[in-house]
């Protein structure tokens, strides 16, 4: 089992940064899950947000020269570094873990996920 909580969230403005972490803990180890961060909008499908897979880093295009993907092996959590913040970040943002990928573009998929943080909210103001 694995467990998964989120934090860093809040009201911000556009052009702001903010730092989401995922405390990760249970029966896993760095080498054994990979961490996905995904976020979701009312009344739309969670969207893909980020991967680490292994060292890999994979991003979705909306974010991928803005958010940046870490993790400190010492304290077990992986942070979704988030710099130049639109209005269309705004949502529920949270982390997944799943066994590494190892091939093909499952981690896109939230259905590929077993396990799941409860998600932080991040406000971003016009």
């Known amino acids: 089992q694995v467990q998964l909580v989120e934090s860093g969230g809040g009201l911000v403005q556009a052009g702001d940064s903010l730092r989401l972490s995922c405390a990760v803990s249970?029966?896993?180890?760095?080498?054994?899950?990979?961490v996905g961060w995904f976020r979701q909008t009312p009344g739309k499908e969670r969207e893909f947000v980020g991967v680490l897979n292994w060292n890999d880093r994979y991003y979705s295009d909306s974010v991928k020269d803005r958010f940046a993907i870490s993790r400190d092996n010492v304290k077990n959590t992986v942070y979704l570094q988030m710099n130049n913040l639109k209005p269309e970040d705004t949502a529920v943002y949270y982390c997944?873990?799943?066994?590494?990928?190892?091939?093909?573009?499952?981690?896109?998929?939230?259905?590929?996920?077993?396990?799941w943080g409860q998600g932080t909210q991040v406000t971003v103001s016009s």
């Open positions: 249970g029966r896993t180890s760095r080498y054994d899950y990979a």
């Open positions: 997944a873990a799943a066994p590494l990928f190892s091939d093909g573009y499952r981690y896109l998929r939230a259905t590929s996920y077993d396990y």
